[in-house]
């Protein structure tokens, strides 16, 4: 993991408190396809970036059916959580963009397949396009052992 200092200020006056957040890659999911990072720590969360059918390896978009596609977007937001030190029984909430509803009870079944009860909180959008034409696109929050009360 990387770790980088961001500084925040809370007003022009005030003395700067600087707040740690340690950026995670890894090799074992998509590179990022624009200005952003895979995800960040901080705090004791992690935040995972949406995570469309790349193949890892290549980069590129992986095609088939939409089962095909989901179970992509799901190994490589799992191996993201990996690399953040977690796993998925550690997501507390998802996102899950989809570009028709008509696949949601496929979404479902997908879900089962990768998380085990109970399930993290969850919301399903409905919008009208993705990055590389992808049919769907998932992110989340993260909880680290860091973070535990």
Known sequence: MEKNLFTHRSAPQEKA??????IIETDKAPKAIGSYS???ESNGLVFL???IPLD???N???HGSFKEQLSQVFSNFR???EAAG??????VKITIYLTDLANYPAVNEGMAEYFEKPF??????GVASLPLDSPVEVEGVMITGSGAP
Do not use: F, I, Y
């Open 56 to 58: 890892p390896a290549t």
């Open 17 to 22: 408190e600087t707040m740690s957040h340690n």
């Open 60 to 62: 590129k978009r992986v």
């Open 38 to 40: 895979q995800a960040v």
């Open 49 to 51: 970036s949406g995570q």
């Open 79 to 81: 191996n993201v959580a």
């Open 120 to 125: 993290p909180a969850r919301a399903v959008v």
């Open 86 to 91: 977690g796993n998925l029984a550690d997501v």
